[in-house]
């Protein structure tokens, strides 16, 4: 498995959970991580990114100010700090490793994770 997702599990509303994602094959520093997440019975949306050589970052506005992504380059793990974490946030969530800068597209994303589960109760 080239991107290996962890970090879910069950937490109350106005908690918080970190997910990593470890990718054991990068090797450009121009790639992207992102994460994305599918609630039951919706698409597969974007939540966030980041690029590997500075540290830019994007967010989708349902988890700004809420969700923080960070990455250690010399661990190949991108993190993704969700706090105050609301029941609509609930979601498998998804890592992707692509080459575009930042995009929010599922398409420009080749490689992917195999989902770690979050579930937010109230």
């Known amino acids: 498995v080239q991107l290996q997702a962890s970090g879910g599990g069950s937490v109350q509303a106005g908690g918080s959970l970190r997910l990593s994602c470890v990718d054991s094959?990068?090797?450009?520093?121009?790639?992207?991580m992102a994460w994305f997440r599918q609630a039951p019975g919706k698409e597969r949306v974007f939540v966030s990114a980041i690029r590997w050589s500075d540290g830019s970052t994007r967010y989708a506005d349902s988890v700004k100010g809420r969700f923080t992504i960070s990455r250690d380059n010399a661990k190949n793990t991108v993190y993704l700090q969700m706090n105050s974490l609301k029941p609509d946030d609930t979601a498998v969530y998804y890592c992707?490793?692509?080459?575009?800068?930042?995009?929010?597209?599922?398409?420009?994303?080749?490689?992917w994770g195999q989902g770690t589960q979050v579930t937010v109760s109230s």
């Open positions: 094959r990068r090797t450009f520093t121009r790639d992207v």
């Open positions: 992707a490793a692509g080459a575009n800068p930042l995009s929010g597209l599922e398409r420009d994303y080749p490689r």
